[in-house]
Nanobody, 119 residues
Framework: QVRLVESGGGLVQAGGSLRLSCTAS????????LGWFRQAPGKERESVAA????????NYADSVKGRFTISRDNAKNTVYLQMNSLKPEDTAVYYC????????????WGQGTQVTVSS
């Protein structure tokens, strides 16, 4: 089992920045990939960014490329999402998720943290 705890959400004005953190505990040696997802009211959950735990390779949704950066600190078992140039449409609950190396999908989820961007 892997437990994920997010922090760093809040209220920010458009154009501002926030950094989300997600710390993993438990069987972290089996981690293959960690990702950030978000879900806005009335919308489906969408993938925002992901990082491969061993290599540090990343990918991003088109809507956040150039504005968001995902990174990880293996020693701290923590993944970060630096969000710059925030827009009102970035408002959502952001979730951290993890998948084991052999998993075909994300199988561990955090509790979520609210990000609200005011115009």
């Amino acid at each position: 089992q892997v437990r994920l705890v997010e922090s760093g959400g809040g209220l920010v004005q458009a154009g501002g920045s926030l950094r989300l953190s997600c710390t993993a505990s438990g069987r972290t040696l089996n981690l293959g990939r960690l990702g950030w997802f978000r879900q806005a009211p009335g919308k489906e959950r969408e993938s925002v960014a992901a990082v491969w735990w061993s290599t540090g390779s990343t990918n991003y949704a088109d809507s956040v490329k150039g504005r968001f950066t995902i990174s990880r600190d293996n020693a701290k078992n923590t993944v970060y999402l630096q969000m710059n140039s925030l827009k009102p449409e970035d408002t959502a609950v952001y979730y951290c998720a993890a998948r084991a190396m052999w998993a075909s999908d994300y199988n561990y989820w955090g509790q979520g943290t609210q990000v609200t961007v005011s115009s």
